[in-house]
Protein backbone atom coordinates (compact mmCIF):
# COMPACT_ATOMS: atom_id res chain seq x y z
CA UNK A 1 0.00 0.00 0.00
CA UNK A 2 1.44 3.47 -0.71
CA UNK A 3 2.73 5.92 1.94
CA UNK A 4 -0.22 9.14 2.14
CA UNK A 5 1.15 12.49 2.48
CA UNK A 6 1.01 12.29 6.26
CA UNK A 7 2.77 9.39 6.55
CA UNK A 8 5.97 10.55 4.13
CA UNK A 9 8.70 11.93 5.69
CA UNK A 10 8.56 15.87 5.50
CA UNK A 11 12.68 17.19 4.25
CA UNK A 12 13.20 20.80 4.24
CA UNK A 13 16.51 22.87 3.04
CA UNK A 14 17.20 26.38 4.31
CA UNK A 15 19.55 28.44 2.77
CA UNK A 16 21.92 31.01 4.94
CA UNK A 17 20.11 33.87 3.72
CA UNK A 18 16.78 33.37 4.89
CA UNK A 19 18.80 31.96 8.44
CA UNK A 20 20.10 35.29 8.88
CA UNK A 21 16.63 37.10 8.03
CA UNK A 22 14.56 35.34 10.61
CA UNK A 23 17.42 35.45 13.06
CA UNK A 24 16.74 39.21 12.58
CA UNK A 25 12.87 39.03 12.11
CA UNK A 26 11.77 38.97 15.96
CA UNK A 27 8.97 36.40 15.03
CA UNK A 28 8.19 32.77 13.33
CA UNK A 29 6.32 32.03 10.55
CA UNK A 30 3.36 29.78 10.09
CA UNK A 31 3.04 27.65 7.07
CA UNK A 32 -0.30 25.46 5.88
CA UNK A 33 0.36 22.34 3.44
CA UNK A 34 -3.50 20.88 2.59
CA UNK A 35 -1.56 18.73 0.73
CA UNK A 36 0.59 16.89 2.94
CA UNK A 37 -1.78 17.84 5.79
CA UNK A 38 0.75 19.73 8.17
CA UNK A 39 1.31 23.02 9.59
CA UNK A 40 4.73 24.19 9.86
CA UNK A 41 6.55 26.65 12.47
CA UNK A 42 9.26 27.71 11.58
CA UNK A 43 11.32 29.77 14.17
CA UNK A 44 15.13 30.57 15.24
CA UNK A 45 16.30 28.30 18.62
CA UNK A 46 18.80 31.32 19.26
CA UNK A 47 21.59 29.47 16.97
CA UNK A 48 19.59 27.51 13.71
CA UNK A 49 16.36 27.50 11.98
CA UNK A 50 13.67 25.09 13.53
CA UNK A 51 10.79 23.40 12.34
CA UNK A 52 7.89 21.73 13.84
CA UNK A 53 5.59 19.58 11.36
CA UNK A 54 1.93 19.02 13.38
CA UNK A 55 -0.82 17.28 11.50
CA UNK A 56 -4.37 18.92 10.57
CA UNK A 57 -6.99 17.52 8.35
CA UNK A 58 -6.63 19.98 4.95
CA UNK A 59 -5.52 22.86 6.56
CA UNK A 60 -5.88 26.25 4.85
CA UNK A 61 -6.51 29.81 5.64
CA UNK A 62 -4.65 31.26 8.86
CA UNK A 63 -5.45 34.52 10.69
CA UNK A 64 -3.68 36.07 13.65
CA UNK A 65 -4.13 38.93 15.55
CA UNK A 66 -2.22 39.80 18.84
CA UNK A 67 -2.08 36.36 20.48
CA UNK A 68 -4.59 34.61 18.70
CA UNK A 69 -4.19 32.27 15.80
CA UNK A 70 -7.01 30.96 13.37
CA UNK A 71 -7.14 27.75 11.51
CA UNK A 72 -9.30 26.51 8.93
CA UNK A 73 -9.33 22.77 8.47
CA UNK A 74 -11.69 20.49 6.04
CA UNK A 75 -14.96 20.99 8.57
CA UNK A 76 -13.72 23.02 10.86
CA UNK A 77 -12.43 26.42 11.94
CA UNK A 78 -10.14 26.65 15.42
CA UNK A 79 -9.15 29.14 16.76
CA UNK A 80 -6.02 28.72 18.93
CA UNK A 81 -4.21 31.13 21.70
CA UNK A 82 -0.61 31.54 22.70
CA UNK A 83 -0.16 30.61 25.99
CA UNK A 84 3.87 32.26 26.59
CA UNK A 85 3.60 30.97 30.33
CA UNK A 86 3.13 27.35 29.80
CA UNK A 87 5.62 27.08 26.40
CA UNK A 88 8.53 26.71 28.32
CA UNK A 89 7.58 23.46 30.33
CA UNK A 90 5.87 22.13 27.65
CA UNK A 91 9.30 19.69 27.04
CA UNK A 92 12.19 19.71 28.93
CA UNK A 93 14.90 20.98 28.50
CA UNK A 94 12.92 24.30 27.50
CA UNK A 95 12.76 24.04 23.72
CA UNK A 96 9.18 26.88 22.96
CA UNK A 97 8.53 30.31 23.67
CA UNK A 98 5.00 30.14 21.99
CA UNK A 99 1.96 27.17 22.57
CA UNK A 100 -0.62 27.72 20.87
CA UNK A 101 -3.84 25.79 22.79
CA UNK A 102 -7.00 25.20 20.60
CA UNK A 103 -9.55 27.21 22.74
CA UNK A 104 -12.65 26.74 20.09
CA UNK A 105 -14.03 25.29 17.44
CA UNK A 106 -16.70 25.88 14.76
CA UNK A 107 -17.87 22.78 12.83
CA UNK A 108 -18.53 24.47 9.70
CA UNK A 109 -18.80 21.57 7.39
CA UNK A 110 -16.97 21.27 4.21
CA UNK A 111 -17.33 24.71 3.01
CA UNK A 112 -13.54 24.69 1.29
CA UNK A 113 -12.46 28.08 3.34
CA UNK A 114 -9.92 29.65 1.90
CA UNK A 115 -8.47 33.04 3.42
CA UNK A 116 -9.56 34.49 6.55
CA UNK A 117 -8.85 38.29 8.69
CA UNK A 118 -9.81 39.20 12.05
CA UNK A 119 -11.55 42.69 11.77
CA UNK A 120 -13.35 45.12 14.12
CA UNK A 121 -16.16 42.82 14.78
CA UNK A 122 -14.60 39.88 14.63
CA UNK A 123 -13.24 36.82 12.36
CA UNK A 124 -14.31 37.41 8.43
CA UNK A 125 -13.72 34.25 6.11
CA UNK A 126 -13.68 33.35 2.19
CA UNK A 127 -16.36 30.80 1.50
CA UNK A 128 -15.62 29.38 -1.30
CA UNK A 129 -17.59 26.55 -2.01
CA UNK A 130 -20.73 29.10 -1.72
CA UNK A 131 -19.29 32.10 -3.31
CA UNK A 132 -19.47 34.62 -0.34
CA UNK A 133 -17.90 36.48 2.42
CA UNK A 134 -18.72 35.05 6.00
CA UNK A 135 -18.76 35.29 9.53
CA UNK A 136 -19.39 32.07 11.77
CA UNK A 137 -21.84 32.38 14.87
CA UNK A 138 -23.02 29.26 17.56
CA UNK A 139 -26.22 28.66 15.41
CA UNK A 140 -25.63 28.23 11.80
CA UNK A 141 -22.60 26.74 9.99
CA UNK A 142 -22.19 30.61 7.90
CA UNK A 143 -23.73 33.47 7.76
CA UNK A 144 -23.28 35.17 4.24
CA UNK A 145 -21.94 38.36 4.66
CA UNK A 146 -21.26 39.49 0.97
CA UNK A 147 -21.01 38.05 -2.23
CA UNK A 148 -19.83 39.68 -5.52
CA UNK A 149 -22.52 41.12 -7.58
CA UNK A 150 -22.53 38.55 -10.26
CA UNK A 151 -23.06 35.69 -7.93
CA UNK A 152 -27.27 35.51 -8.01
CA UNK A 153 -27.82 32.55 -5.67
CA UNK A 154 -25.48 30.90 -3.24
CA UNK A 155 -24.87 27.29 -3.52
CA UNK A 156 -22.38 24.29 -2.84
CA UNK A 157 -21.09 24.84 -6.20
CA UNK A 158 -18.14 27.10 -6.59
CA UNK A 159 -18.71 29.31 -9.24
CA UNK A 160 -16.15 31.68 -9.21
CA UNK A 161 -13.83 30.37 -7.24
CA UNK A 162 -13.83 33.43 -4.35
CA UNK A 163 -10.22 32.64 -2.26
CA UNK A 164 -8.36 35.90 -1.28
CA UNK A 165 -8.88 38.38 1.16
CA UNK A 166 -7.65 42.06 2.31
CA UNK A 167 -8.75 44.00 5.06
CA UNK A 168 -8.39 47.37 5.35
CA UNK A 169 -9.27 49.65 8.27
CA UNK A 170 -10.71 46.18 10.22
CA UNK A 171 -13.10 45.79 7.57
CA UNK A 172 -13.32 43.82 4.09
CA UNK A 173 -12.17 45.74 1.40
CA UNK A 174 -10.89 43.24 -1.62
CA UNK A 175 -11.18 39.78 -3.05
CA UNK A 176 -9.61 38.07 -5.40
CA UNK A 177 -11.49 34.65 -7.27
CA UNK A 178 -10.71 32.93 -10.82
CA UNK A 179 -13.21 34.23 -13.09
CA UNK A 180 -16.59 35.53 -13.55
CA UNK A 181 -19.25 32.85 -13.66
CA UNK A 182 -22.71 32.43 -12.23
CA UNK A 183 -22.59 28.49 -12.95
CA UNK A 184 -21.12 25.41 -10.73
CA UNK A 185 -17.03 25.65 -11.44
CA UNK A 186 -17.76 28.24 -14.42
CA UNK A 187 -14.58 29.71 -13.38
CA UNK A 188 -12.74 26.41 -15.04
CA UNK A 189 -12.42 27.13 -18.96
CA UNK A 190 -10.92 30.68 -18.48
CA UNK A 191 -8.88 29.97 -15.24
CA UNK A 192 -5.79 31.26 -16.73
CA UNK A 193 -7.07 34.71 -18.21
CA UNK A 194 -10.41 35.47 -16.37
CA UNK A 195 -8.64 36.08 -12.39
CA UNK A 196 -10.95 38.83 -10.62
CA UNK A 197 -9.40 41.44 -8.40
CA UNK A 198 -12.58 43.14 -6.97
CA UNK A 199 -13.21 46.02 -4.35
CA UNK A 200 -15.90 44.74 -2.18
CA UNK A 201 -17.75 48.63 -2.26
CA UNK A 202 -17.89 49.06 -6.14
CA UNK A 203 -19.81 46.82 -8.60
CA UNK A 204 -16.67 46.23 -11.03
CA UNK A 205 -13.86 44.52 -10.88
CA UNK A 206 -10.36 46.54 -10.36
CA UNK A 207 -8.95 43.91 -12.54
CA UNK A 208 -10.61 41.27 -14.78
CA UNK A 209 -7.31 39.67 -16.72
CA UNK A 210 -5.10 37.80 -13.83
CA UNK A 211 -3.81 34.27 -14.19
CA UNK A 212 -5.36 32.27 -10.98
CA UNK A 213 -4.96 35.33 -8.42
CA UNK A 214 -4.91 34.45 -4.64
CA UNK A 215 -3.69 36.58 -1.57
CA UNK A 216 -4.75 40.11 -1.94
CA UNK A 217 -2.90 42.35 0.99
CA UNK A 218 -3.65 45.82 2.04
CA UNK A 219 0.13 46.94 3.19
CA UNK A 220 1.80 50.05 3.94
CA UNK A 221 -1.16 51.89 1.96
CA UNK A 222 -0.94 49.97 -0.88
CA UNK A 223 -2.86 46.82 -2.70
CA UNK A 224 -0.70 43.54 -3.16
CA UNK A 225 -1.70 40.78 -4.96
CA UNK A 226 -0.17 37.37 -6.23
CA UNK A 227 -0.45 37.14 -10.00
CA UNK A 228 -0.39 32.85 -8.93
CA UNK A 229 -0.21 31.17 -11.95
CA UNK A 230 2.38 33.79 -13.44
CA UNK A 231 4.65 33.28 -10.45
CA UNK A 232 4.19 37.30 -9.97
CA UNK A 233 3.85 39.67 -6.81
CA UNK A 234 2.13 42.28 -8.22
CA UNK A 235 1.42 46.04 -7.04
CA UNK A 236 -1.86 47.04 -8.03
CA UNK A 237 -2.89 50.77 -8.80
CA UNK A 238 -6.94 51.38 -7.71
CA UNK A 239 -6.78 54.20 -9.89
CA UNK A 240 -6.16 52.86 -12.81
CA UNK A 241 -6.65 49.07 -12.65
CA UNK A 242 -2.52 48.70 -13.78
CA UNK A 243 -0.50 46.47 -11.83
CA UNK A 244 3.27 46.60 -11.51
CA UNK A 245 5.43 43.01 -11.35
CA UNK A 246 7.28 43.38 -7.97
CA UNK A 247 8.92 40.00 -8.43
CA UNK A 248 8.39 37.15 -10.31
CA UNK A 249 9.07 33.41 -8.56
CA UNK A 250 9.17 30.00 -9.49
CA UNK A 251 6.38 28.93 -7.98
CA UNK A 252 2.96 28.55 -8.01
CA UNK A 253 1.83 31.69 -5.47
CA UNK A 254 0.05 31.02 -2.56
CA UNK A 255 0.21 32.64 0.92
CA UNK A 256 1.51 36.58 1.36
CA UNK A 257 2.40 38.14 4.72
CA UNK A 258 4.23 41.63 5.29
CA UNK A 259 7.19 42.07 7.58
CA UNK A 260 8.28 45.74 7.16
CA UNK A 261 9.73 45.90 3.81
CA UNK A 262 9.74 42.92 3.23
CA UNK A 263 7.58 40.15 1.85
CA UNK A 264 7.18 36.33 2.56
CA UNK A 265 5.82 34.91 -0.32
CA UNK A 266 4.46 30.66 -0.26
CA UNK A 267 5.50 28.97 -3.65
CA UNK A 268 4.01 25.48 -4.87
CA UNK A 269 4.90 22.99 -7.43
CA UNK A 270 1.97 22.45 -9.44
CA UNK A 271 0.30 18.95 -9.93
CA UNK A 272 -0.14 17.84 -13.65
CA UNK A 273 -4.09 17.33 -13.35
CA UNK A 274 -7.57 19.06 -14.13
CA UNK A 275 -6.81 22.35 -12.41
CA UNK A 276 -2.68 22.46 -12.78
CA UNK A 277 -1.98 21.75 -16.26
CA UNK A 278 -0.51 24.27 -18.71
CA UNK A 279 -0.35 27.01 -16.58
CA UNK A 280 2.43 30.03 -17.76
CA UNK A 281 4.91 29.57 -15.06
CA UNK A 282 5.56 25.79 -15.89
CA UNK A 283 7.03 27.05 -19.57
CA UNK A 284 8.29 30.54 -17.55
CA UNK A 285 10.42 28.49 -14.78
CA UNK A 286 12.45 25.38 -16.00
CA UNK A 287 11.77 24.02 -12.51
CA UNK A 288 9.35 24.95 -9.69
CA UNK A 289 10.28 25.45 -6.38
CA UNK A 290 7.95 24.70 -2.96
CA UNK A 291 8.50 26.79 0.02
CA UNK A 292 8.97 30.09 1.73
CA UNK A 293 10.60 33.00 0.40
CA UNK A 294 11.70 36.10 1.90
CA UNK A 295 11.63 39.57 -0.58
CA UNK A 296 12.69 42.70 -0.27
CA UNK A 297 10.16 44.81 -1.16
CA UNK A 298 12.69 47.65 -1.88
CA UNK A 299 14.65 46.17 -4.84
CA UNK A 300 12.24 43.06 -5.23
CA UNK A 301 14.62 40.19 -4.85
CA UNK A 302 15.04 37.61 -2.66
CA UNK A 303 16.72 37.35 0.20
CA UNK A 304 16.34 33.96 1.34
CA UNK A 305 14.24 30.72 0.81
CA UNK A 306 12.99 27.74 3.27
CA UNK A 307 12.05 24.87 0.87
CA UNK A 308 10.56 21.76 1.10
CA UNK A 309 12.12 19.26 -0.90
CA UNK A 310 10.09 16.23 -0.19
CA UNK A 311 6.61 15.14 0.79
CA UNK A 312 5.70 18.07 0.67
CA UNK A 313 4.44 20.02 -2.69
CA UNK A 314 1.75 22.46 -2.17
CA UNK A 315 1.32 24.95 0.40
CA UNK A 316 -1.53 27.70 0.75
CA UNK A 317 -0.96 30.56 3.53
CA UNK A 318 1.59 31.86 5.12
CA UNK A 319 1.69 34.08 8.06
CA UNK A 320 4.06 35.80 10.63
CA UNK A 321 3.99 35.27 13.92
CA UNK A 322 5.33 38.26 15.84
CA UNK A 323 7.25 38.34 19.34
CA UNK A 324 7.46 34.35 18.93
CA UNK A 325 10.68 32.40 18.43
CA UNK A 326 10.25 28.98 19.05
CA UNK A 327 6.54 28.47 18.86
CA UNK A 328 4.37 25.11 19.27
CA UNK A 329 0.98 24.31 18.24
CA UNK A 330 -1.27 21.37 19.68
CA UNK A 331 -4.08 19.92 17.86
CA UNK A 332 -7.59 18.84 20.13
CA UNK A 333 -6.57 15.48 20.19
CA UNK A 334 -3.22 15.78 22.10
CA UNK A 335 -3.59 14.70 26.04
CA UNK A 336 -1.46 18.09 26.97
CA UNK A 337 -3.78 20.25 25.42
CA UNK A 338 -6.34 18.71 28.60
CA UNK A 339 -3.70 19.41 30.83
CA UNK A 340 -3.23 22.99 29.91
CA UNK A 341 -5.12 25.38 32.62
CA UNK A 342 -5.14 29.12 31.44
CA UNK A 343 -6.96 32.55 32.51
CA UNK A 344 -5.87 35.85 32.57
CA UNK A 345 -3.85 36.18 36.22
CA UNK A 346 -2.52 32.71 35.61
CA UNK A 347 -1.70 28.95 33.99
CA UNK A 348 -1.15 25.63 35.13
CA UNK A 349 -0.12 22.88 33.53
CA UNK A 350 -2.00 19.39 35.19
CA UNK A 351 0.02 17.33 34.32
CA UNK A 352 4.11 17.67 35.55
CA UNK A 353 5.68 16.28 32.52
CA UNK A 354 2.86 17.60 30.06
CA UNK A 355 4.84 17.14 26.54
CA UNK A 356 5.62 13.73 27.60
CA UNK A 357 2.55 12.02 26.76
CA UNK A 358 2.83 13.92 23.73
CA UNK A 359 6.25 12.64 22.49
CA UNK A 360 6.75 9.24 24.33
CA UNK A 361 10.02 8.06 24.73
CA UNK A 362 10.61 6.17 21.43
CA UNK A 363 10.58 2.57 21.72
CA UNK A 364 11.44 -0.26 18.94
CA UNK A 365 8.63 0.07 16.61
CA UNK A 366 6.70 -3.37 15.28
CA UNK A 367 6.43 -4.72 11.73
CA UNK A 368 3.13 -2.55 11.45
CA UNK A 369 4.15 0.62 13.51
CA UNK A 370 3.64 3.92 11.80
CA UNK A 371 6.56 6.46 12.97
CA UNK A 372 6.68 7.97 16.39
CA UNK A 373 6.55 11.93 15.75
CA UNK A 374 9.10 14.16 16.87
CA UNK A 375 9.78 17.51 17.02
CA UNK A 376 12.56 18.38 14.82
CA UNK A 377 15.59 20.76 14.46
CA UNK A 378 17.48 22.07 11.61
Known amino acids: ?31 TTYQAGKVALVGWNGKQVSIVMRDFPRPMGLAVHGQQ ?16 LLAPEF ?32 LWLVNTRFSCLVQLDGVY ?58 DVNQPEPIVSDLCMPHSPRWHDGKLW ?13 LATGKRTVVCAMPGYLRGLCFVGPYALIG ?43 EACEELYDV ?17 SCHDAITTPEFSYWMSPKPGARDFPPAQPPGPNAPPLPQPSTM
Open 1 to 31: MPETPQQKQIKCRVDDSFAAWLSAAGGSIAV
Open 69 to 84: LAMATLNELTLFANSS
Open 91 to 122: LEPARYDGLYLPRMSYFTGGLNLHDMAFGDDG
Open 141 to 198: SFVPRWQPPFITLLAPEDRCHLNGLAMVGGKPRYVTALGRADTPRGWHPNRTTGGLLM
Open 225 to 237: VLNSAQGELCLVD
Open 267 to 309: MSKVREKYLFAGLPLQSRFPKLTCGVAAVDLRSGRPVGLFEFT
Open 319 to 335: QFLPGVLRPMILDPGKP
